[in-house]
């Protein structure tokens, strides 16, 4: 089992800037793909941004050169630097761990909101 417990969000002006965290704790090792998605209100969940125990990131347009994801691979974190916030990029943000090798599950936390007004 692995448990994914999240912070950092909040209410921003538009043209903010906010960091969310995200702690893994459990039955993390070998390789896996971290991320964070967002759900909007009345939307379905969506992609942001993910990073591979290796290093490799990925995106969406929505948010490239505003979002930057990293992680401490010693410390179980990844994060979510997001810049020139706009009132779009509101809604709850999840953090993401999938295993990845066959058979490898996919966990999800509770969510922290993030509410950028115009």
């Known amino acids: 089992q692995v448990q994914l417990v999240e912070s950092g969000g909040g209410l921003v002006q538009a043209g903010g800037s906010l960091r969310l965290s995200c702690a893994a704790s459990?039955?993390?090792?070998?390789?896996?793909?971290m991320g964070w998605y967002r759900q909007a209100s009345g939307k379905q969940r969506e992609l942001v941004a993910t990073?591979?125990?290796?290093?490799?990131?990925n995106d969406v347009d929505a948010v490239k050169g505003r979002f930057t994801i990293s992680r401490d691979s010693a410390k179980k974190m990844v994060f979510l630097q997001m810049n020139s916030l706009k009132p779009e990029d509101t809604g709850v943000y999840y953090c993401?761990?999938?295993?990845?090798?066959?058979?490898?599950?996919?966990?999800w936390g509770q969510g922290t909101q993030v509410t950028v007004s115009s």
């Open positions: 459990g039955s993390v090792f070998g390789p896996d793909v």
């Open positions: 990073i591979t125990s290796g290093g490799r990131t």
């Open positions: 993401n761990y999938r295993q990845s090798w066959p058979g490898g599950r996919d966990y």
